[in-house]
């Protein structure tokens, strides 16, 4: 079982909700219950989100860090490229539009692809409209 912090920004629900999204999957807990690492992840034109995955529990910090094992950079439209197969990893990382420091971490670069990508993927294929919501719908009467 993995613990997954709840978010406090608009960044971070969505990842959460990504990260959340195979929470039950048995190779999706392998990946990221023994897992310690430090990834930040830039949406532009957002802020950076880093994303520590400290063995199963993971949590998320509103800031840019130098110590991060990976920096991944990319637009939200390359993000739904890559999620609805218009593009892939490699098309992405030669045009420029995935940019990737310390992108000598092969490894590390590999299991997060499996961890958030794919999961991306998996989303964008499901029928399910509802990825982003996280807190209750409340009715409001309008006087």
Same mark, same amino acid.
């Given at each position: 079982?993995?613990?997954?912090?709840?978010?406090?920004?608009?960044?971070?629900?969505? *990842?959460?909700?990504?990260?959340?999204?195979?929470?039950?999957?048995?190779?999706?807990?392998?990946? *990221?219950?023994?897992?310690?690492?430090? @990834?930040?992840?830039?949406?532009?034109?957002?802020?950076?989100?880093?994303?520590?995955?400290?063995?199963?529990?993971?949590?998320?910090?509103?800031?840019?860090?130098?110590?991060?094992?990976? @920096?991944?950079?990319?637009?939200?439209?390359?993000?739904?490229?890559?999620?609805?197969?218009?593009?892939?990893?490699?098309?992405?990382?030669?045009?420029?539009?995935?940019?990737?420091?310390?992108?000598?971490?092969?490894?590390?670069?590999?299991?997060?692809?499996?961890?958030?990508?794919?999961?991306?993927?998996?989303?964008? *294929?499901?029928?399910?409209?509802?990825?982003?919501?996280?807190?209750?719908?409340?009715?409001?009467? *309008?006087?």
């Amino acid at each position: 079982m993995i613990s997954i912090q709840q978010p406090k920004d608009l960044i971070a629900i969505a *990842v959460h909700n990504i990260l959340s999204y195979r929470a039950n999957d048995p190779t999706y807990l392998s990946l *990221v219950t023994r897992w310690k690492r430090k @990834i930040i992840i830039i949406l532009e034109p957002f802020y950076p989100l880093a994303i520590i995955f400290d063995n199963g529990a993971i949590t998320f910090q509103k800031k840019e860090d130098t110590g991060a094992d990976l @920096i991944i950079r990319l637009s939200i439209e390359t993000m739904l490229d890559l999620a609805f197969g218009r593009m892939n990893l490699l098309k992405a990382l030669v045009s420029r539009k995935l940019k990737i420091k310390k992108l000598y971490k092969i490894p590390t670069l590999i299991r997060f692809y499996r961890v958030f990508f794919q999961t991306v993927k998996m989303m964008a *294929v499901d029928p399910n409209t509802d990825h982003f919501t996280i807190f209750e719908s409340r009715k409001v009467e *309008v006087v």
